[in-house]
């Protein structure tokens, strides 16, 4: 019976130690919550100010790439539209068509043949103008 009762002691003993540490434990986490609720918001503010930031910062860096890929793109466009631009016109000119070039001087050859015959049209026009006005003077004169 003596050892029933020491076993008992010692079984309480240990009961009061765990519900102890429970309790403990208990207020361990009263006391986290406490500082977390205290403290979170501050920890939020300044957890949401450093997004921000590195928001900004990553804009910018992204902005950046960007900027230089166009300027990369934007060569390689205009290398790609020259050389398509050069092998159309090579294909054209197989075919025989004109260019714009071609076109250009041919019609600056055909002003210049049309102020051409304006000019002997004129010179023409004159030419009979003159003999019939010379021939009316001599009939004239010999009445005088």
């Known amino acids: 019976m003596a ?7 010692d079984d309480t003993k240990i009961v009061q130690l765990v519900t ?4 403990q434990i208990w207020l ?3 006391g986290a919550f406490a500082k977390a609720q ?6 939020f503010d300044s957890l949401v100010k450093e997004g921000e930031a590195l928001q900004s910062r990553a804009g910018k ?11 990369s793109a934007g060569g390689t ?18 075919l025989g068509v004109p260019t714009y ?5 041919l019609s600056k050859q055909v002003n210049q043949l049309n ?3 304006q000019e002997l049209l004129k010179s023409e026009k004159q030419a009979k103008r003159a003999p019939r006005s010379a021939k009316s003077g001599k009939e004239a004169s010999p009445h005088a």
């Not at 050892?3 to 002691?9: I, N, R």
């Not at 205290?38 to 920890?43: A, H, N, P």
């Not at 070039?101 to 001087?105: E, L, M, T, V």
């Open 3 to 9: 050892l029933k009762l020491k076993e008992a002691a």
């Open 20 to 23: 102890h540490s429970a309790h």
């Open 28 to 30: 361990a986490g009263l």
């Open 38 to 43: 205290s403290e979170g918001t501050k920890l």
């Open 61 to 71: 860096a992204a902005n950046t790439q960007i900027a230089q890929i166009s300027k």
């Open 77 to 94: 466009l205009d290398k790609l539209e020259q050389v398509f631009e050069a092998r159309v016109s090579k294909s054209l000119n197989k």
């Open 101 to 105: 070039g071609d076109i250009q001087a």
């Open 115 to 117: 102020a051409s015959v």
